[in-house]
């Protein structure tokens, strides 16, 4: 190893990590020397032999990766990548490249010497005559430098933006226009230097084609990428970048002690479905605050026990969009949070400012690490990104909604360096706080997901994840797909499901004739003179008038050859086939159309309220926090809760007036009645400020239970029905799904593992089914199919549109899609499952009126031709078990 490796790594006192990637750029320079016209080809190929997670350069010059977690301390590899190249190597030309102002500033400062954090210190070759830094607002007034003997090298430091635009009103960027005292523009000075190495801060910001244009006609002989995020984000996916020679990722850096602990913090015994979106957001504002100034006395504590720089610690509110922040800041600085304690203490950080507010804000922001400074709460949008520094961040309030990966790897970004450089083993100290009493389990499960960045060893995928893709796929129904019949909506991008199945005829003629065999039975289902049911087109007279339907638009040969035999074709054996197969795969459904008709009005009776299963308990004034690598947890105490309403009664009507089918002002009265039940109730057991906390954490959950049994007082005045009934039957229509491609279906049979998101499943293996696959909306949906399939002579999931079944929801006037439809040996059935607790709801109640009427006309019309009855069957989940029968079922919840 050369002996500049352990002196720089000393000097600078590298961490492991550093220090490892110092070695790395040892190596590639030793079996690569750095230098130009090299053989691109040759070079990787070599670098490959030894570091095989180095796949393509990407660049037109060697160019390698170096992935370092957030708060491992890039800027400080920088400075020893420099140190080392031009002490092992003698190279005297390096070009620091910034993807914004805020980073490009921060390197221009970190570069600087007898600043905080500069990047040479300890370098005594550096100490006395330093390298000259060159910034892309200093270049041309430098430009006598550029070939000064005595300087030991130079360190140029630009934004992308001042190399890669493109020509403005016929004038070239500035760097690349001719200066007078170089004879040539400062960018063809730098691209003819013969030893410039390139270094990229946040690489994955210049992947866009103009920054890697630009940077390729810098034509370096060396490039030194690092990031925090060796990938490209892309509709499809990330891509991963090829030439990624270190991956030293967030969960390493965490459980090797270089950043701080990331905890997830929520309430103990809380369960935030009972408060509004608006409570639950104030609520977590105020825990984040309580954590805060616990955190900001413990902090001051150690320092002082241990004699150590007090640090000020700040709160950061993640915003949703710039009104949400000023709203924020209006409620912060506001009199009634906290009496007034954090006026002035907080900032909005987003794109709203300007002028002179714009670098008010930026100045506080920068100075947000010092004691002196008051700024205790940032509140943003969006903006603290790659570039701002801080190891002073502690807690973090995301009120912007998003899943919990999202959360995760943007918001904890910011908050992990560490204020001392290392790890005190004092939790206080070590600990970021993120509250997210909303999200708290998904937070958990998302941290300890196998490819969760808590947990990640590694961020090279293979290349196979890149090209999956999501495709539309026909499905059919199964007698289309025995036929051989292409739907319509077929396009290039589209898969048909069950394509794969033989049809049922083998030579052209025969399936012409099939193809004409079941147009003529569709126009018969159209004909109310003809065909009432789908039975009667086996009837001899039916039959006989589709053969000769059949015979006379047919103009294909008479004869066909099966397997080396020819045979004269027989067309009244093909519509024969034809015909049965139709019957078999046919649902006789009736032409039947059910639309609501006038006005619908509606109300609730007053009622005693029901509270024998009424028994909350107050939440407990205490913080949950959930350690994310560790899962170890711990709980902090918090002050009281603060009064939130004027009458206990308001809690839960509030809760109520939320639902679509309550009026406050037309149940104004009833409503205040059944609060005033439900409250006097609770103080046969609680104390008064129990009550209090009882309403305000739980108020939703109490306004659904009381909604629920408001249900069964609901009366609705439908002036009523329009009916339509019409002779024949109905077509089963395509459903169209989306799902990866070339992802084979389940066996509906099994239940998947992962239960999370049912629309990526799509299940076959049917043996009574009229469809080859399916989706299911749940769990409950995929063992009611496996209960029809074993107990039924045919089924299906009905797409939308194939019953008319309208039902009307306050003024609006919605179209009905029943779960599933069957047929039996004794009746037809529209089965619909629904949750245990939603059975009651409105939306239900609706669907199951327009149904049942539906059905009444229905069966009226079978019975004229000697069919069966239709029924509507309304199951609830739990009711769906594998040890019922499908008879006990629809004995027990039909709906007449």
Known sequence: MNRHVNAIAGRLSLRAPQRQSLEILDRVTEIVPPKKGADIAAALATIQSEFPTVTDFEREFPSLCFALATGVGKT???????????????????????PNLTIYNKLIADFTPNTPKYVFKGISEFATNPPAIITGDTYESMAGDLFDPLLRCRVNIFNISKINSEVRGGKAPRIKRLSEYIGQSYFEFLAGLPDLVLLMDESHRYRASAGVRAINELNPVLGLELTATPFVETPKGPVPFKNVILDYPLGRAMSDGFVKEPAVVTRKNFNPSGMSPEELERLKLEDGIRLHEITKVELETYARETENAIIKPFLLVIARDTTHAAALLHLIESDDFFNGAYKGRAIQVDSSKT??????????????????????????????????????????????????????????GRGLRLPYGKRTGVASVDTLSIVAHDKFQEIIDEANKPGSMIHLKSLIMPDDTLKQRTVTMIAQSTLATQLGFTPAQVTPSTVVAGTEQKPLFSTPPQQQVAQLTFDATRRLQRDPKMAPSVEYILHDDVQAWIVAEVTSRYKGPEQLEIEGVTEQLDVAAVVATTSSLVVQQTMDIPRVMVTPKGDVRSGFNPFKVDCTNIRYQPPAEEMWLQYLRTRESEVISLGPAVKSEKRLEDHIVFGLIDFDDISYDDHAELLYDLAGQVVTHLKTYLE???????????????????????????????????????????????????????QPSLDFRNSPQD?????????????????????????????????????????????????????????????????????????YLLIETKAKNAMSDP???????????????????????????????LVPHDAVMGNVTLEFLAKQFEVR
């Open 755 to 827: 239960k999370t998101n049912w629309g990526r499943y799509i299940f076959g293996g049917f043996q009574r089914c009229l469809y080859p696959v399916l989706k299911f909306d749940s769990e409950t949906e995929r063992a009611l199919a496996v209960l029809l399939d074993r107990s039924t002579i045919r089924w299906f999931k009905p797409a939308l549109g194939q019953f008319q079944i309208h039902y009307r929801l306050g003024v609006d006037v919605k179209e009905y899609q029943p779960d599933f439809a069957a047929e039996t040996e004794a009746a």
């Open 843 to 873: 939306d239900v109640l609706a669907k199951r009126d327009a149904a049942v009427e539906w059905c009444r006309h229905a069966s009226a019309h079978t019975a004229t031709c000697g069919g069966k009855p239709w029924q509507y069957v």
């Open 355 to 412: 002028g002179a507010e714009e670098e008010e804000m930026i100045q506080r922001l920068l100075k947000v690490e010092r004691t002196d400074e008051p700024t205790e709460i940032v509140i943003h949008v969006n903006m603290l990104k790659e570039g701002w520094d801080v190891t002073n961040l502690y807690t973090i309030v995301p009120l912007r909604a998003a899943n919990a990966r999202i959360l995760i790897e943007q918001s904890i």
């Open 76 to 98: 400080r590899l920088m400075g020893a990548f420099i140190s080392y190249l031009h002490l092992a190597h003698g190279i005297e030309n390096f070009f620091v490249l910034a």
């Open 688 to 742: 008064e400020e129990e009550v209090e906390r009882v309403l305000r954490f739980s108020r939703r959950d109490l306004a659904r239970a009381i909604h629920a049994q408001m249900q069964q007082h609901y009366w609705e005045k439908v002036e009523g029905y329009e009916t339509t009934v019409s002779r024949g039957w109905t077509d089963l229509k395509p459903s169209a799904y989306t799902a990866p491609e070339g």
